[in-house]
């Protein structure tokens, strides 16, 4: 047969079915707008993204400046919310300036292939987000992937470099297992070895530190000449959009050559309005922060989970991608809605059940989860926890 007689999509077709034996198909699933099950799956830890007075700080926004930026930063797409309140962030997590991006997904990727490029080193945390792979893969350094939360291995790394620059990447709490970084140990580590460490606060804003101020804050870092720190907006925050956070000479440095910052339209003055009203709430109300661990610690004695969360985040290894995928439909069935993870967001072997905890759960939110993940889990039993 002629090359030209065939489709040039014609080998996504046994993609697809390579995939559906894997059990990995994934599909899009409409959320109402008022849901009827209990929700452990979304990232709004604090419970802001429907809260009152976070909704009326984005259509205050909406309002005042419209529904877009109408440009990027650089161009027409600046606004005072966007200074005000990246500052405010900064000021908040102990940094000197702060640098909103349209996503974090975005910041990632400045941050990293800004602050690296030819010639650098890039050291890399095993399990950090897709954001980072791709920032890793995008900059144009050497690249070496380390063993999870290992820091004799990032110091080998650092230790046997050629390259003149070193950065070392990793999450503070780590989005798949909720584990923590050893920041400190880390830190220590770049510091003997003149490396930036950048380190992804997505899943600990709002949740680890002194009234939600992240990791980085609680282990002491705040402000390093020689941290940076990226977040996101649309977890604890409850909006959109990202940031990166750190000395004003890199905020600087990413106005000229951050090209996801450059070339991207500025983030929504709505997404800025309700950001800004959410970190309100947290600063009010800082016990916030606390309420998503008790609360993450009940779902993890009812499944089994032997260590104590330390974020979030409880991770409940199925094992099987398709008996994952049973389990958590069944939750959904019985009214609880459950994570799913699979390859390849985790490694083969380790499809699971992602729970988050959320402050803002009731009593009775948490009695059904205790029933329903008990009757589930005795179905569909944890490998490991």
Not at 99 to 124: D, E, M, R
Not at 156 to 174: D, I, K, M, N, Y
Not at 307 to 322: C, L, N, Y
């Amino acid at each position: 047969m002629n090359r030209t007689d065939l489709s040039p999509l014609a080998w996504l077709a046994e993609v697809e079915a390579r995939r559906r034996e894997a059990g990995l198909r994934r599909s899009l699933r409409v959320r109402p707008v008022v849901a009827t099950e209990l929700d452990l799956a979304s990232n709004d830890y604090l419970g802001l993204a429907t809260h009152p007075a976070v909704i009326a700080g984005g259509i205050e926004a909406l309002q005042t400046w419209g529904a877009g930026a109408g440009g990027s930063r650089l161009v027409t797409g600046n606004t005072e919310l966007h200074q005000q309140f990246e500052q405010r962030l900064a000021n908040f997590v102990g940094a000197p300036a702060g640098l909103v991006f349209s996503s974090g997904y975005t910041a990632n990727l400045g941050a990293v292939v800004s602050l690296s490029g030819p010639g650098s080193l890039v050291v890399s945390d095993a399990y950090c987000h897709a954001s980072l792979v791709d920032a890793c893969r995008l900059s144009r350094a050497r690249v070496a992937v380390t063993a999870h939360r290992d820091v004799d291995a990032v110091a080998a790394a650092l230790a046997g470099r050629a390259e003149e620059r070193a950065v070392v990447l990793t999450e503070s709490v780590f989005s798949t297992d909720g584990a923590l970084a050893p920041l400190r140990e880390l830190h220590e580590v770049c510091r003997r070895h003149g490396a930036l460490l950048i380190v992804d606060e997505a899943h600990a804003l709002g949740v680890r530190g002194l009234g939600g101020r992240g990791l980085v804050h609680e282990a002491g870092l705040a402000g390093a000449p020689d941290v940076v720190i990226t977040t996101t907006l649309s977890k604890a925050l409850g909006s959109q959009g990202g940031a990166v956070l750190g000395p004003v000479e890199v905020r600087d440095h990413l106005i000229d050559a951050a090209r996801t910052f450059i070339f991207d339209t500025g983030l929504a003055p709505a997404a800025l309005g309700a950001a800004s009203a959410a970190l309100d709430v947290l600063i009010a109300e800082p016990t916030r922060a606390a309420d998503v661990l008790r609360h993450a610690s009940v779902l993890a004695q009812v499944c089994g989970v032997r260590h104590e969360p330390q974020s979030a985040v409880v991770s409940v290894i199925i094992g099987d991608a398709e008996a994952a995928v049973a389990a958590a439909t069944a939750c959904l069935d019985a009214g609880v809605r459950v994570g799913c993870f699979r390859p390849p967001s985790v490694p083969e072997g380790t499809s699971r059940l992602r729970l988050t905890a959320r402050a803002s759960l009731t009593e009775r939110d948490l009695e059904l989860a205790v029933r329903v993940l008990r009757d589930v889990l005795r179905d569909h039993p944890a490998v490991s926890s």
